[in-house]
């Protein structure tokens, strides 16, 4: 991807959950306080129910996508939130035009079917923070590094070590994204090619043995055996509020101590704690890029190469 410049354009499209402008203007400012242009799909903030809040039909959301796909000289496509919704749009996108004028995906959560099925085709995108921020806000952080990748500044991290990691150093494509996501897309033609792979993966409000069960559930489809590094990001609102004293910390303990015994027989270097997710610091990840992870006893440092 082409490094973004004063001038360049910037799309916002809600392929998911509703949202209203309102949501979105600190993003907006900050486009436009980067000397950055940005259009906005024409039903971002249109509404429909069906069981959840939309930002419009399936017709609606998915012509706004390609709309954003095939624009002939935008640089980035800033998702405007997650939610669901997503993948009920996946299997009808045409990348004939944009793999003529690529360009950046940007979000998170429900947005991991988007950088699966483009991960799949060897097209990176970058999981970073949608247009939308989280109650509590965002940290200077989440910014910042969004748009050190999008001016093509490596991106390069320093974390301290948990007792969950298992030291080593490993080079490879990271790829991954919500762990419920990926889960809902075993067997489709949308999960990323894991083989030799670094796997990241975060989640919030979910059940202690839902985690299980999906983990269990990715190593019966034969899906972890193939990897060869793993990055934990954020675990957080887990279970029941008023029964887990993690609840509102951004790295829950529980969750990790699953997610470690569903590891452990694999000879992998892993890393917890790694500031990505639903939470107030979630730090910019470029899936289908080239990383290298290095897990010392004390600190891990994570950077990009490609």
Same mark, same amino acid.
């Given at each position: =991807?082409?490094?973004?410049k004063?001038?360049? +354009? ?23 306080? %980067? ?8 039903? +971002?903030?249109n509404?429909?129910?069906? &069981?959840?809040?939309?930002? &419009? ?24 939130? &997650?939610g ?11 990348l ?8 950046w %995906?940007? !979000? ?39 748009v ?12 301290? /070590?948990? /007792?969950?990691?298992?030291? !080593? ?14 889960? /809902?897309?075993?067997? /489709? ?25 999906? %983990? ?5 489809? !034969? ?6 590094g %793993? ?6 609102? #887990? ?18 101590k ?11 270097? =892993?890393?917890?704690?790694f ?11 470029m #899936? ?19």
């Open positions: =991807m082409k490094p973004i004063k001038g360049d +354009t910037i799309l916002i499209v809600a392929p998911a959950g509703a949202v209203k402008k309102e949501d979105i203007q600190p993003a907006i400012d900050l486009i436009t306080k %980067l000397g950055w242009k940005y259009e906005i799909g024409k039903n +971002t903030f509404h429909y129910y069906f &069981g959840y809040n939309y930002s &419009g039909t399936v017709k609606e959301r998915l012509e706004d996508l390609q709309w954003a796909l095939d624009h002939p000289h935008a640089k980035a496509i800033w998702f405007a939130r &997650g669901y919704g997503g993948v009920q749009l996946v299997d009808f996108l045409k004939n035009k944009f793999k003529e004028n690529p360009k %995906l940007i !979000g998170y959560s429900d947005n991991t079917v988007f950088h699966q099925h483009f991960n799949r085709r060897g097209i990176p995108t970058l999981h970073a923070t949608v247009c939308k921020s989280l109650p509590q806000g965002q940290s200077d952080e989440t910014y910042t590094t969004l050190d990748a999008l001016e093509n500044r490596k991106l390069e991290y320093e974390i301290e /070590s948990t /007792s969950f990691n298992k030291p !080593g150093k490993v080079e490879g494509i990271l790829t991954g994204g919500n762990l419920s996501i990926l889960y /809902s897309l075993l067997g /489709s033609r949308s999960l990323d090619h894991w083989e030799d792979k670094i796997i990241f993966m975060e989640d919030w409000y979910e059940n202690y043995y839902h985690i299980d069960r999906m %983990l269990i559930g990715l190593k019966r489809a !034969g899906v972890l055996n193939k990897i060869k %793993l990055l934990v990001g954020a675990f957080t609102k #887990m279970d029941s509020k008023d029964e887990n004293k993690f609840y509102d910390e951004p790295f829950d303990q529980e969750a990790y699953i997610i470690a015994l569903r590891f452990q027989k694999y000879n992998i270097p =892993m890393a917890f704690g500031p990505g997710g639903h939470i107030f610091d979630t730090r910019a990840l #899936m289908g890029g080239n990383i290298i992870l290095d897990i010392q006893k004390d600190k891990v440092f994570l950077r990009n190469t490609i």
